[in-house]
Protein backbone atom coordinates (compact mmCIF):
# COMPACT_ATOMS: atom_id res chain seq x y z
CA UNK A 1 0.00 0.00 0.00
CA UNK A 2 2.50 2.79 0.82
CA UNK A 3 4.63 2.23 -2.51
CA UNK A 4 1.23 3.37 -4.35
CA UNK A 5 1.30 6.43 -2.29
CA UNK A 6 4.15 8.06 -3.85
CA UNK A 7 2.41 10.72 -4.99
CA UNK A 8 -1.10 10.32 -2.85
CA UNK A 9 -4.05 12.28 -4.74
CA UNK A 10 -4.04 15.44 -2.46
CA UNK A 11 -5.37 19.19 -2.79
CA UNK A 12 -2.44 21.19 -4.62
CA UNK A 13 -2.52 24.80 -3.51
CA UNK A 14 -1.93 27.23 -6.50
CA UNK A 15 0.60 29.72 -6.25
CA UNK A 16 -1.88 32.28 -6.26
CA UNK A 17 -3.93 30.22 -3.76
CA UNK A 18 -1.48 31.55 -1.17
CA UNK A 19 -4.13 34.35 0.51
CA UNK A 20 -6.34 31.47 0.26
CA UNK A 21 -3.82 29.16 2.21
CA UNK A 22 -3.43 31.84 4.55
CA UNK A 23 -7.26 32.34 5.14
CA UNK A 24 -7.10 28.46 5.43
CA UNK A 25 -5.33 28.98 8.45
CA UNK A 26 -6.76 31.64 10.19
CA UNK A 27 -10.28 30.04 8.77
CA UNK A 28 -12.14 31.13 5.78
CA UNK A 29 -15.24 31.60 7.66
CA UNK A 30 -13.46 34.17 10.40
CA UNK A 31 -12.08 36.46 7.66
CA UNK A 32 -15.10 37.97 7.69
CA UNK A 33 -15.50 38.35 11.02
CA UNK A 34 -11.41 39.30 11.28
CA UNK A 35 -12.42 42.67 8.91
CA UNK A 36 -15.56 43.40 10.60
CA UNK A 37 -13.08 43.32 13.80
CA UNK A 38 -10.79 46.02 12.38
CA UNK A 39 -13.32 47.91 10.88
CA UNK A 40 -14.83 48.39 13.85
CA UNK A 41 -11.92 49.28 15.85
CA UNK A 42 -10.59 51.96 12.95
CA UNK A 43 -13.99 53.50 12.98
CA UNK A 44 -13.81 53.94 16.71
CA UNK A 45 -9.80 54.49 16.35
CA UNK A 46 -11.08 57.79 14.70
CA UNK A 47 -13.01 58.91 17.52
CA UNK A 48 -10.89 58.19 20.50
CA UNK A 49 -7.26 57.07 21.46
CA UNK A 50 -8.03 55.33 24.48
CA UNK A 51 -9.20 51.91 22.79
CA UNK A 52 -5.53 50.64 22.14
CA UNK A 53 -4.76 51.20 25.88
CA UNK A 54 -3.44 48.00 27.60
CA UNK A 55 -5.91 48.66 30.65
CA UNK A 56 -8.91 49.21 28.07
CA UNK A 57 -7.85 45.91 26.00
CA UNK A 58 -8.29 44.59 29.14
CA UNK A 59 -11.33 45.37 30.43
CA UNK A 60 -12.62 44.48 27.30
CA UNK A 61 -11.34 40.69 27.70
CA UNK A 62 -12.51 40.96 31.23
CA UNK A 63 -15.82 42.55 30.24
CA UNK A 64 -16.50 39.36 27.41
CA UNK A 65 -15.17 36.57 29.61
CA UNK A 66 -18.78 34.82 30.93
CA UNK A 67 -21.03 35.83 27.86
CA UNK A 68 -17.54 34.30 26.28
CA UNK A 69 -17.67 30.84 28.41
CA UNK A 70 -21.60 31.22 27.47
CA UNK A 71 -21.10 31.60 23.57
CA UNK A 72 -18.30 28.85 23.68
CA UNK A 73 -21.19 26.33 25.02
CA UNK A 74 -23.85 27.53 22.79
CA UNK A 75 -21.80 27.28 19.84
CA UNK A 76 -21.43 23.92 20.55
CA UNK A 77 -24.88 23.06 21.55
CA UNK A 78 -25.83 24.75 17.89
CA UNK A 79 -23.07 22.49 16.61
CA UNK A 80 -24.44 19.22 17.68
CA UNK A 81 -28.07 20.64 15.79
CA UNK A 82 -29.69 21.74 18.99
CA UNK A 83 -30.09 25.27 20.95
CA UNK A 84 -29.95 25.76 24.69
CA UNK A 85 -31.98 29.13 25.41
CA UNK A 86 -31.82 28.73 29.18
CA UNK A 87 -28.16 28.86 29.73
CA UNK A 88 -28.87 32.30 30.80
CA UNK A 89 -31.53 31.52 33.35
CA UNK A 90 -29.00 28.39 34.16
CA UNK A 91 -26.40 31.22 34.93
CA UNK A 92 -29.11 33.17 37.28
CA UNK A 93 -29.77 30.08 39.61
CA UNK A 94 -26.37 29.07 39.62
CA UNK A 95 -26.10 32.37 40.84
CA UNK A 96 -28.46 32.36 43.24
CA UNK A 97 -27.54 28.88 44.54
CA UNK A 98 -23.99 29.99 45.20
CA UNK A 99 -24.69 32.91 46.94
CA UNK A 100 -27.71 31.93 48.95
CA UNK A 101 -25.07 29.12 49.88
CA UNK A 102 -22.09 31.49 51.25
CA UNK A 103 -25.07 33.29 52.92
CA UNK A 104 -25.79 30.19 55.02
CA UNK A 105 -21.94 30.03 55.48
CA UNK A 106 -21.26 27.25 53.13
CA UNK A 107 -17.35 27.28 52.70
CA UNK A 108 -16.58 28.73 49.20
CA UNK A 109 -15.34 25.18 47.51
CA UNK A 110 -18.76 23.55 48.98
CA UNK A 111 -20.79 26.79 47.46
CA UNK A 112 -19.05 26.32 44.48
CA UNK A 113 -18.77 22.42 43.89
CA UNK A 114 -22.57 22.55 44.74
CA UNK A 115 -23.26 25.74 42.22
CA UNK A 116 -21.24 23.58 39.40
CA UNK A 117 -23.91 20.56 40.50
CA UNK A 118 -26.61 23.09 40.24
CA UNK A 119 -25.65 23.20 36.77
CA UNK A 120 -25.04 20.13 35.90
CA UNK A 121 -28.99 19.06 37.13
CA UNK A 122 -30.49 22.21 34.78
CA UNK A 123 -28.49 20.35 31.88
CA UNK A 124 -29.24 16.55 32.57
CA UNK A 125 -33.42 17.75 32.76
CA UNK A 126 -32.71 19.28 29.28
CA UNK A 127 -31.10 16.72 28.13
CA UNK A 128 -33.34 14.34 29.88
CA UNK A 129 -36.49 16.07 28.23
CA UNK A 130 -35.08 16.21 24.67
CA UNK A 131 -33.48 12.51 24.55
CA UNK A 132 -36.62 10.80 26.34
CA UNK A 133 -39.48 13.08 25.47
CA UNK A 134 -38.17 13.56 22.11
CA UNK A 135 -39.27 17.34 22.60
CA UNK A 136 -37.51 19.72 20.66
CA UNK A 137 -34.78 21.37 22.11
CA UNK A 138 -35.77 24.98 21.52
CA UNK A 139 -39.07 24.04 22.84
CA UNK A 140 -37.47 22.37 26.11
CA UNK A 141 -35.14 25.23 26.88
CA UNK A 142 -37.77 28.03 26.22
CA UNK A 143 -39.65 25.94 28.90
CA UNK A 144 -36.47 25.48 30.98
CA UNK A 145 -35.47 29.39 30.49
CA UNK A 146 -38.95 30.45 31.83
CA UNK A 147 -38.10 27.94 34.98
CA UNK A 148 -34.93 28.01 35.73
CA UNK A 149 -35.51 32.13 35.63
CA UNK A 150 -38.33 31.48 37.69
CA UNK A 151 -36.88 29.11 40.47
CA UNK A 152 -34.29 31.68 40.88
CA UNK A 153 -36.79 34.29 41.81
CA UNK A 154 -38.34 31.75 44.04
CA UNK A 155 -35.20 30.79 45.71
CA UNK A 156 -34.22 34.60 46.15
CA UNK A 157 -37.32 36.15 46.80
CA UNK A 158 -36.81 38.41 44.35
CA UNK A 159 -34.38 40.22 45.93
CA UNK A 160 -30.75 40.51 45.60
CA UNK A 161 -28.46 38.22 47.33
CA UNK A 162 -24.98 39.38 48.66
CA UNK A 163 -22.41 37.37 48.75
CA UNK A 164 -18.68 37.29 49.88
CA UNK A 165 -15.79 35.22 49.63
CA UNK A 166 -12.47 35.70 49.65
CA UNK A 167 -11.54 33.74 46.67
CA UNK A 168 -14.50 35.85 44.46
CA UNK A 169 -12.32 38.67 45.44
CA UNK A 170 -9.38 37.15 44.53
CA UNK A 171 -11.07 36.21 41.16
CA UNK A 172 -12.61 39.86 40.63
CA UNK A 173 -9.31 41.90 40.95
CA UNK A 174 -6.36 40.09 40.39
CA UNK A 175 -4.12 38.69 37.73
CA UNK A 176 -2.10 36.13 36.57
CA UNK A 177 1.18 37.33 34.81
CA UNK A 178 -1.35 40.31 33.32
CA UNK A 179 -4.24 38.16 32.60
CA UNK A 180 -6.80 39.08 34.95
CA UNK A 181 -8.54 36.20 36.24
CA UNK A 182 -12.05 36.07 34.27
CA UNK A 183 -10.10 36.59 31.00
CA UNK A 184 -7.53 33.72 32.03
CA UNK A 185 -11.30 31.34 32.60
CA UNK A 186 -12.00 31.81 29.39
CA UNK A 187 -8.83 31.88 27.71
CA UNK A 188 -8.49 27.95 29.12
CA UNK A 189 -12.28 26.95 28.65
CA UNK A 190 -12.16 28.34 24.69
CA UNK A 191 -8.69 26.61 24.39
CA UNK A 192 -10.01 23.11 26.18
CA UNK A 193 -13.34 23.38 23.96
CA UNK A 194 -11.40 23.85 20.91
CA UNK A 195 -9.07 21.36 21.46
CA UNK A 196 -12.38 19.09 22.17
CA UNK A 197 -13.97 19.45 19.44
CA UNK A 198 -10.83 19.68 16.63
CA UNK A 199 -8.98 16.67 17.63
CA UNK A 200 -10.83 14.16 19.42
CA UNK A 201 -13.17 11.11 18.43
CA UNK A 202 -16.38 13.18 20.62
CA UNK A 203 -15.49 16.67 18.67
CA UNK A 204 -15.98 15.11 15.30
CA UNK A 205 -19.09 13.09 16.15
CA UNK A 206 -20.43 16.44 17.60
CA UNK A 207 -19.95 17.90 14.17
CA UNK A 208 -21.37 14.60 12.60
CA UNK A 209 -24.43 14.52 14.48
CA UNK A 210 -25.46 18.69 13.99
CA UNK A 211 -24.96 18.09 10.14
CA UNK A 212 -26.46 14.98 9.56
CA UNK A 213 -28.15 12.64 12.85
CA UNK A 214 -29.45 9.97 10.40
CA UNK A 215 -25.73 9.32 9.03
CA UNK A 216 -24.23 9.51 12.47
CA UNK A 217 -26.65 7.43 13.84
CA UNK A 218 -26.42 5.18 11.39
CA UNK A 219 -22.88 4.71 11.89
CA UNK A 220 -23.86 3.49 14.96
CA UNK A 221 -22.83 6.50 17.06
CA UNK A 222 -25.05 6.72 20.30
CA UNK A 223 -26.88 10.32 19.71
CA UNK A 224 -28.51 10.07 23.11
CA UNK A 225 -25.54 9.65 24.84
CA UNK A 226 -23.99 12.72 23.23
CA UNK A 227 -26.90 15.39 23.29
CA UNK A 228 -26.81 14.16 27.64
CA UNK A 229 -23.58 14.71 27.35
CA UNK A 230 -24.22 18.13 25.67
CA UNK A 231 -26.63 19.72 27.64
CA UNK A 232 -24.64 18.82 30.53
CA UNK A 233 -21.62 20.80 29.17
CA UNK A 234 -24.09 23.25 28.36
CA UNK A 235 -25.64 23.38 32.20
CA UNK A 236 -21.76 23.45 33.39
CA UNK A 237 -20.57 26.19 31.80
CA UNK A 238 -24.20 27.94 32.66
CA UNK A 239 -22.99 27.06 36.23
CA UNK A 240 -19.50 28.61 35.67
CA UNK A 241 -20.92 31.91 34.34
CA UNK A 242 -23.24 32.74 37.20
CA UNK A 243 -20.53 31.71 39.54
CA UNK A 244 -18.39 34.03 37.80
CA UNK A 245 -20.74 36.88 37.85
CA UNK A 246 -21.65 36.59 41.44
CA UNK A 247 -17.85 36.78 42.13
CA UNK A 248 -17.72 39.92 40.19
CA UNK A 249 -20.63 41.95 41.45
CA UNK A 250 -20.37 40.35 44.64
CA UNK A 251 -24.35 39.52 44.69
CA UNK A 252 -26.49 37.45 42.78
CA UNK A 253 -29.40 38.87 41.12
CA UNK A 254 -32.31 36.73 40.32
CA UNK A 255 -33.22 39.53 36.88
CA UNK A 256 -33.31 39.41 33.71
CA UNK A 257 -29.92 40.19 33.27
CA UNK A 258 -29.27 36.63 33.05
CA UNK A 259 -31.97 36.25 30.60
CA UNK A 260 -30.02 38.79 28.49
CA UNK A 261 -26.96 37.21 28.89
CA UNK A 262 -28.12 33.72 27.47
CA UNK A 263 -29.47 35.37 24.64
CA UNK A 264 -26.56 37.34 23.64
CA UNK A 265 -24.34 34.44 23.98
CA UNK A 266 -26.71 32.29 21.17
CA UNK A 267 -26.36 35.98 19.07
CA UNK A 268 -22.39 35.79 19.31
CA UNK A 269 -22.51 31.71 18.45
CA UNK A 270 -24.48 32.83 15.30
CA UNK A 271 -22.38 35.53 14.74
CA UNK A 272 -19.43 33.68 14.96
CA UNK A 273 -20.92 31.31 12.57
CA UNK A 274 -22.44 28.58 14.23
CA UNK A 275 -25.11 27.51 11.82
CA UNK A 276 -28.65 26.59 13.31
CA UNK A 277 -28.91 23.72 10.98
CA UNK A 278 -25.89 22.22 12.96
CA UNK A 279 -22.50 20.65 12.00
CA UNK A 280 -20.96 24.00 11.50
CA UNK A 281 -19.03 26.60 14.20
CA UNK A 282 -16.12 26.51 16.06
CA UNK A 283 -14.34 28.23 18.75
CA UNK A 284 -12.48 30.80 17.09
CA UNK A 285 -15.22 32.22 15.56
CA UNK A 286 -17.49 32.19 18.74
CA UNK A 287 -14.86 33.97 20.25
CA UNK A 288 -14.61 36.62 17.34
CA UNK A 289 -18.30 36.95 17.88
CA UNK A 290 -17.79 38.10 21.57
CA UNK A 291 -14.85 39.97 21.10
CA UNK A 292 -16.94 42.13 18.72
CA UNK A 293 -19.58 42.72 21.07
CA UNK A 294 -17.30 43.89 23.29
CA UNK A 295 -15.56 46.04 21.07
CA UNK A 296 -18.62 47.48 20.16
CA UNK A 297 -20.25 47.90 23.79
CA UNK A 298 -16.65 49.47 24.70
CA UNK A 299 -16.49 51.76 21.95
CA UNK A 300 -19.85 53.04 22.31
CA UNK A 301 -18.64 53.63 25.87
CA UNK A 302 -15.53 55.64 24.76
CA UNK A 303 -17.17 57.23 22.55
CA UNK A 304 -19.49 58.77 25.24
CA UNK A 305 -23.02 57.60 22.97
CA UNK A 306 -25.63 56.13 24.73
CA UNK A 307 -25.16 51.84 25.70
CA UNK A 308 -28.75 51.41 24.19
CA UNK A 309 -27.50 52.10 20.72
CA UNK A 310 -25.53 49.12 21.02
CA UNK A 311 -28.37 47.05 20.92
CA UNK A 312 -29.36 48.14 17.81
CA UNK A 313 -25.85 47.69 16.66
CA UNK A 314 -26.26 43.89 17.50
CA UNK A 315 -29.37 43.34 15.70
CA UNK A 316 -28.17 44.84 12.44
CA UNK A 317 -24.52 43.21 12.90
CA UNK A 318 -26.42 39.55 13.54
CA UNK A 319 -28.29 39.84 10.24
CA UNK A 320 -25.15 41.46 8.29
CA UNK A 321 -23.20 38.42 8.98
CA UNK A 322 -25.16 35.81 8.82
CA UNK A 323 -26.96 37.03 5.69
CA UNK A 324 -22.89 37.37 4.35
CA UNK A 325 -22.31 33.63 5.69
CA UNK A 326 -25.26 32.82 4.20
CA UNK A 327 -24.23 33.95 0.50
CA UNK A 328 -22.50 31.89 -2.27
CA UNK A 329 -19.37 34.45 -1.66
CA UNK A 330 -17.89 32.73 1.12
CA UNK A 331 -19.09 29.53 -0.80
CA UNK A 332 -17.41 30.45 -3.68
CA UNK A 333 -14.02 31.82 -1.72
CA UNK A 334 -13.37 28.29 -0.15
CA UNK A 335 -13.70 26.46 -3.28
CA UNK A 336 -10.74 28.50 -4.82
CA UNK A 337 -8.49 27.43 -2.39
CA UNK A 338 -9.32 24.33 -2.81
CA UNK A 339 -9.79 23.18 -6.02
CA UNK A 340 -7.74 20.03 -6.75
CA UNK B 1 -44.88 -15.96 -19.47
CA UNK B 2 -44.04 -19.30 -17.22
CA UNK B 3 -41.71 -18.89 -14.03
CA UNK B 4 -40.09 -22.27 -13.86
CA UNK B 5 -38.33 -22.44 -17.51
CA UNK B 6 -35.43 -19.49 -16.88
CA UNK B 7 -35.43 -19.42 -13.28
CA UNK B 8 -32.47 -18.98 -10.74
CA UNK B 9 -29.07 -20.78 -10.57
CA UNK B 10 -28.88 -21.22 -14.12
CA UNK B 11 -26.34 -18.11 -13.70
CA UNK B 12 -24.67 -19.82 -10.92
CA UNK B 13 -22.81 -22.47 -13.02
CA UNK B 14 -21.10 -20.41 -15.52
CA UNK B 15 -20.55 -17.59 -12.60
CA UNK B 16 -16.86 -18.53 -12.54
CA UNK B 17 -16.91 -18.69 -8.59
CA UNK B 18 -16.50 -21.82 -6.80
CA UNK B 19 -20.08 -22.87 -6.68
CA UNK B 20 -20.99 -21.24 -2.97
CA UNK B 21 -22.92 -17.91 -3.42
CA UNK B 22 -21.98 -15.25 -0.95
CA UNK B 23 -25.61 -14.78 0.16
CA UNK B 24 -28.68 -16.54 -1.63
CA UNK B 25 -32.26 -15.31 -1.21
CA UNK B 26 -34.53 -18.87 -1.50
CA UNK B 27 -38.46 -18.78 -2.02
CA UNK B 28 -38.08 -15.29 -0.02
CA UNK B 29 -41.43 -13.57 0.68
CA UNK B 30 -42.36 -10.53 2.28
CA UNK B 31 -46.19 -9.19 3.43
CA UNK B 32 -48.36 -6.13 4.60
CA UNK B 33 -51.49 -6.34 5.86
CA UNK B 34 -52.83 -8.44 3.27
CA UNK B 35 -50.61 -6.87 0.42
CA UNK B 36 -47.74 -9.40 -1.03
CA UNK B 37 -44.71 -6.43 -1.19
CA UNK B 38 -42.38 -9.68 -2.93
CA UNK B 39 -43.12 -13.55 -3.16
CA UNK B 40 -40.33 -16.48 -4.02
CA UNK B 41 -37.88 -14.14 -4.82
CA UNK B 42 -34.82 -16.46 -5.43
CA UNK B 43 -31.33 -15.31 -6.20
CA UNK B 44 -27.63 -16.13 -5.21
CA UNK B 45 -24.73 -12.90 -5.48
CA UNK B 46 -21.60 -13.95 -6.13
CA UNK B 47 -17.92 -12.59 -5.30
CA UNK B 48 -16.98 -10.19 -8.51
CA UNK B 49 -20.36 -10.62 -10.37
CA UNK B 50 -23.39 -8.34 -10.66
CA UNK B 51 -26.45 -8.59 -10.29
CA UNK B 52 -29.29 -6.21 -11.81
CA UNK B 53 -33.07 -5.81 -9.87
CA UNK B 54 -35.55 -4.25 -12.07
CA UNK B 55 -39.32 -4.09 -12.38
CA UNK B 56 -41.57 -1.64 -12.13
CA UNK B 57 -42.76 0.81 -9.40
CA UNK B 58 -44.07 -1.59 -6.55
CA UNK B 59 -42.60 -4.41 -7.94
CA UNK B 60 -41.00 -5.23 -4.91
CA UNK B 61 -37.49 -3.80 -5.09
CA UNK B 62 -37.08 -2.08 -2.23
CA UNK B 63 -38.71 -4.61 -0.10
CA UNK B 64 -36.39 -6.82 -1.33
CA UNK B 65 -32.67 -4.71 -1.04
CA UNK B 66 -34.36 -3.64 2.91
CA UNK B 67 -34.79 -7.70 3.16
CA UNK B 68 -30.99 -8.24 2.34
CA UNK B 69 -29.74 -5.18 4.29
CA UNK B 70 -31.47 -6.34 7.35
CA UNK B 71 -34.26 -3.53 7.98
CA UNK B 72 -36.76 -5.99 7.49
CA UNK B 73 -37.23 -9.85 7.94
CA UNK B 74 -39.00 -11.72 5.68
CA UNK B 75 -42.35 -14.01 6.45
CA UNK B 76 -41.92 -16.78 4.09
CA UNK B 77 -38.29 -18.76 2.94
CA UNK B 78 -34.48 -17.47 4.17
CA UNK B 79 -31.65 -16.32 3.48
CA UNK B 80 -28.04 -17.87 3.53
CA UNK B 81 -24.90 -16.01 3.73
CA UNK B 82 -21.74 -18.19 2.44
CA UNK B 83 -24.31 -21.32 2.34
CA UNK B 84 -25.67 -21.17 5.70
CA UNK B 85 -28.99 -20.19 6.78
CA UNK B 86 -28.76 -16.61 8.71
CA UNK B 87 -31.37 -14.84 10.40
CA UNK B 88 -30.16 -10.74 9.62
CA UNK B 89 -32.19 -9.33 12.45
CA UNK B 90 -31.13 -5.39 11.78
CA UNK B 91 -28.55 -3.29 9.32
CA UNK B 92 -25.79 -3.61 12.31
CA UNK B 93 -26.15 -7.44 12.47
CA UNK B 94 -25.76 -7.27 8.00
CA UNK B 95 -22.78 -4.95 7.69
CA UNK B 96 -21.05 -7.01 10.76
CA UNK B 97 -21.25 -10.05 7.32
CA UNK B 98 -19.97 -7.42 5.50
CA UNK B 99 -23.71 -6.66 3.82
CA UNK B 100 -23.29 -2.88 3.16
CA UNK B 101 -26.51 -0.68 1.68
CA UNK B 102 -25.53 2.74 0.19
CA UNK B 103 -28.02 4.98 0.76
CA UNK B 104 -26.47 8.31 -0.03
CA UNK B 105 -28.75 10.89 2.03
CA UNK B 106 -28.15 8.56 4.80
CA UNK B 107 -23.77 7.49 4.47
CA UNK B 108 -23.06 11.52 4.69
CA UNK B 109 -22.59 14.32 7.17
CA UNK B 110 -22.15 17.38 4.28
CA UNK B 111 -19.81 19.18 6.66
CA UNK B 112 -17.35 16.60 7.15
CA UNK B 113 -14.22 16.12 4.19
CA UNK B 114 -14.24 12.86 2.88
CA UNK B 115 -11.98 10.89 4.92
CA UNK B 116 -13.90 12.05 7.95
CA UNK B 117 -17.22 10.49 6.62
CA UNK B 118 -15.45 7.35 5.74
CA UNK B 119 -14.23 6.78 9.19
CA UNK B 120 -16.76 8.13 11.06
CA UNK B 121 -17.55 6.10 14.06
CA UNK B 122 -14.30 3.82 13.42
CA UNK B 123 -11.70 6.71 13.77
CA UNK B 124 -8.26 5.53 13.66
CA UNK B 125 -7.10 7.01 17.17
CA UNK B 126 -4.82 7.13 20.24
CA UNK B 127 -5.61 7.63 24.09
CA UNK B 128 -8.26 6.92 25.89
CA UNK B 129 -12.01 7.81 26.48
CA UNK B 130 -13.12 10.88 26.23
CA UNK B 131 -10.13 12.32 25.13
CA UNK B 132 -9.24 9.85 22.32
CA UNK B 133 -7.27 12.13 19.80
CA UNK B 134 -7.96 11.36 16.18
CA UNK B 135 -5.26 10.81 13.69
CA UNK B 136 -6.00 12.56 11.07
CA UNK B 137 -2.58 11.42 8.93
CA UNK B 138 -3.15 7.54 9.24
CA UNK B 139 -7.16 8.29 8.38
CA UNK B 140 -6.21 10.23 4.89
CA UNK B 141 -3.38 8.09 4.01
CA UNK B 142 -5.45 5.24 4.13
CA UNK B 143 -9.08 6.92 2.40
CA UNK B 144 -5.99 8.53 0.08
CA UNK B 145 -4.70 4.54 -0.60
CA UNK B 146 -8.75 3.15 -0.83
CA UNK B 147 -9.74 6.44 -3.27
CA UNK B 148 -6.27 5.18 -5.42
CA UNK B 149 -7.42 1.79 -5.53
CA UNK B 150 -10.79 2.02 -7.29
CA UNK B 151 -9.93 5.47 -8.82
CA UNK B 152 -12.37 7.48 -6.90
CA UNK B 153 -11.86 10.82 -8.08
CA UNK B 154 -12.56 12.88 -4.59
CA UNK B 155 -10.22 15.07 -2.36
CA UNK B 156 -9.50 12.98 0.84
CA UNK B 157 -9.16 15.70 2.97
CA UNK B 158 -9.74 19.31 2.83
CA UNK B 159 -13.47 20.03 1.04
CA UNK B 160 -16.44 18.89 3.01
CA UNK B 161 -18.58 16.87 0.67
CA UNK B 162 -21.18 19.03 0.48
CA UNK B 163 -18.63 20.89 -2.00
CA UNK B 164 -18.82 17.69 -3.91
CA UNK B 165 -20.92 16.45 -6.97
CA UNK B 166 -23.46 13.53 -6.67
CA UNK B 167 -20.90 11.03 -8.25
CA UNK B 168 -18.57 12.18 -5.84
CA UNK B 169 -20.73 11.61 -3.03
CA UNK B 170 -21.53 7.64 -3.83
CA UNK B 171 -18.11 7.63 -4.48
CA UNK B 172 -17.68 8.49 -0.94
CA UNK B 173 -20.33 6.72 0.23
CA UNK B 174 -19.25 3.46 -1.70
CA UNK B 175 -15.65 3.93 -0.28
CA UNK B 176 -17.32 3.88 3.40
CA UNK B 177 -18.82 0.55 3.03
CA UNK B 178 -15.34 -0.86 1.55
CA UNK B 179 -13.98 0.60 4.14
CA UNK B 180 -15.58 -1.75 6.68
CA UNK B 181 -14.79 -4.42 4.50
CA UNK B 182 -18.24 -4.85 3.08
CA UNK B 183 -17.97 -8.19 0.86
CA UNK B 184 -21.80 -7.53 -0.89
CA UNK B 185 -22.76 -4.17 -1.90
CA UNK B 186 -26.56 -3.09 -2.46
CA UNK B 187 -26.68 0.05 -4.91
CA UNK B 188 -30.32 1.38 -4.58
CA UNK B 189 -30.55 3.49 -7.72
CA UNK B 190 -27.36 4.94 -7.17
CA UNK B 191 -27.30 6.65 -10.52
CA UNK B 192 -31.15 8.17 -10.22
CA UNK B 193 -30.05 11.88 -9.16
CA UNK B 194 -27.19 12.05 -11.59
CA UNK B 195 -26.34 13.75 -14.54
CA UNK B 196 -25.18 11.39 -17.61
CA UNK B 197 -21.37 12.27 -17.11
CA UNK B 198 -21.63 11.45 -13.39
CA UNK B 199 -23.63 8.39 -13.45
CA UNK B 200 -20.69 7.17 -16.10
CA UNK B 201 -18.61 7.41 -13.66
CA UNK B 202 -20.70 5.68 -10.80
CA UNK B 203 -20.82 3.00 -13.20
CA UNK B 204 -17.03 2.76 -13.64
CA UNK B 205 -16.70 2.02 -9.85
CA UNK B 206 -19.13 -0.63 -9.62
CA UNK B 207 -17.39 -2.56 -12.64
CA UNK B 208 -13.91 -2.05 -10.83
CA UNK B 209 -15.84 -2.75 -7.60
CA UNK B 210 -16.98 -6.28 -9.81
CA UNK B 211 -12.90 -6.66 -10.89
CA UNK B 212 -11.85 -6.48 -6.82
CA UNK B 213 -14.18 -9.08 -6.49
CA UNK B 214 -17.50 -7.37 -4.80
CA UNK B 215 -20.77 -8.98 -4.72
CA UNK B 216 -23.31 -6.24 -6.16
CA UNK B 217 -26.94 -6.01 -6.21
CA UNK B 218 -28.17 -3.45 -7.94
CA UNK B 219 -31.50 -1.58 -8.25
CA UNK B 220 -31.97 0.53 -11.66
CA UNK B 221 -34.76 1.90 -13.77
CA UNK B 222 -32.20 1.96 -16.48
CA UNK B 223 -32.06 -1.09 -19.08
CA UNK B 224 -29.18 0.57 -20.78
CA UNK B 225 -27.11 0.39 -17.42
CA UNK B 226 -28.40 -2.62 -16.47
CA UNK B 227 -26.58 -4.12 -19.57
CA UNK B 228 -23.58 -2.18 -19.47
CA UNK B 229 -22.68 -3.23 -15.81
CA UNK B 230 -24.98 -6.84 -14.86
CA UNK B 231 -23.80 -9.94 -15.27
CA UNK B 232 -27.46 -11.65 -14.14
CA UNK B 233 -30.49 -9.98 -14.24
CA UNK B 234 -33.34 -10.35 -11.91
CA UNK B 235 -36.63 -9.40 -12.78
CA UNK B 236 -39.71 -8.63 -10.59
CA UNK B 237 -43.51 -7.75 -11.17
CA UNK B 238 -45.94 -6.76 -9.02
CA UNK B 239 -44.66 -8.56 -6.18
CA UNK B 240 -43.93 -11.85 -8.36
CA UNK B 241 -40.20 -12.67 -9.52
CA UNK B 242 -40.39 -13.30 -12.82
CA UNK B 243 -36.85 -15.03 -13.27
CA UNK B 244 -33.18 -14.52 -12.92
CA UNK B 245 -31.32 -14.36 -16.76
CA UNK B 246 -27.95 -14.33 -17.51
CA UNK B 247 -27.39 -11.09 -19.25
CA UNK B 248 -25.61 -12.71 -22.06
CA UNK B 249 -29.27 -14.09 -23.12
CA UNK B 250 -30.74 -10.77 -23.03
CA UNK B 251 -31.85 -7.86 -25.69
CA UNK B 252 -33.03 -4.06 -24.15
CA UNK B 253 -36.14 -5.00 -25.64
CA UNK B 254 -36.34 -8.39 -23.75
CA UNK B 255 -35.50 -6.51 -20.54
CA UNK B 256 -38.23 -4.18 -21.13
CA UNK B 257 -41.02 -7.07 -21.83
CA UNK B 258 -40.04 -9.30 -18.86
CA UNK B 259 -40.59 -6.07 -16.44
CA UNK B 260 -44.11 -5.36 -18.25
CA UNK B 261 -45.25 -8.83 -18.81
CA UNK B 262 -45.88 -10.21 -22.29
CA UNK B 263 -50.19 -9.94 -21.75
CA UNK B 264 -48.73 -6.04 -21.43
CA UNK B 265 -48.03 -5.19 -25.07
N1 LIG C 1 -43.97 -1.03 4.93
C1 LIG C 1 -44.93 -1.33 4.02
N2 LIG C 1 -46.23 -1.38 4.38
C2 LIG C 1 -47.19 -1.67 3.48
N3 LIG C 1 -46.95 -1.92 2.19
C3 LIG C 1 -45.69 -1.90 1.75
C4 LIG C 1 -44.61 -1.59 2.64
N4 LIG C 1 -43.44 -1.62 1.93
C5 LIG C 1 -43.79 -1.93 0.67
N5 LIG C 1 -45.12 -2.08 0.56
C6 LIG C 1 -45.85 -2.45 -0.66
O1 LIG C 1 -45.18 -3.52 -1.27
C7 LIG C 1 -45.10 -3.34 -2.67
C8 LIG C 1 -43.65 -3.34 -3.13
O2 LIG C 1 -43.02 -2.14 -2.73
P1 LIG C 1 -41.48 -1.79 -2.97
O3 LIG C 1 -40.65 -2.90 -2.46
O4 LIG C 1 -41.22 -0.46 -2.43
O5 LIG C 1 -41.42 -1.76 -4.56
P2 LIG C 1 -40.35 -1.04 -5.54
O6 LIG C 1 -39.16 -0.66 -4.76
O7 LIG C 1 -40.07 -2.07 -6.56
O8 LIG C 1 -41.05 0.13 -6.13
C9 LIG C 1 -45.84 -2.06 -2.99
O9 LIG C 1 -47.16 -2.37 -3.35
C10 LIG C 1 -45.82 -1.31 -1.67
O10 LIG C 1 -46.95 -0.49 -1.59
MG1 LIG D 1 -38.21 1.35 -4.56
Redesign the interface.
Known amino acids: ?PT??AA????RVPVVGLAARAAGAVGKQNLGLLAGLVLLLAVIRTQTDRVFITGNLLDIGVAISILGILSVAQMIVIVSGGLDISIGSTASLCGVAVALLLKHHAGTPTAIVLALAVGLAAGALNGAVIVFLRLNPIITTLASFSAFAGLSLVLSHGLDVPATSHFFDVIATESVAGIPYPLLFLLLFGLATHL?LR????G??V??M???P???R????NLAAYKMGIYLFAGLAGAIGGIMTVARDSLAQANTAGADLGLTAITAALLGGAALTG??GAVPGALLGVLILGVLDNGLILMQIEPFYSQIAIGVLLVLAVSLQQSRLM?RL??RG?K? | MTDASLRTPDAAADSGGDGTPLLELVDVGKHFAGITAITGASLALYPGRVMGLVGNNGAGKSTLVRIVSGVQQPDEGHVAWQGEPVRLRN??QARGLGIDTVYQ????????DAT??IF????I?RGWG?????SSKRMR?EA??L???FAI?V?????EVR?MSGGQRQGVAIARALLGGSKVLLLDEPTAALGVEESGHVEDLVLRLRDHGVAILLVSHSVDQLLKLCDDLCVLRRGRMVGVYSRRDLTGSDVVSLIVGADAS
Request: aromatic share 6%; proline share 7%.
Open positions: MTLPPRNMYTVIRHYAGSNDAANTGIGREGRRQ | PRELALADDLANLNRESPFRVTRAAFEKQPASGTQ
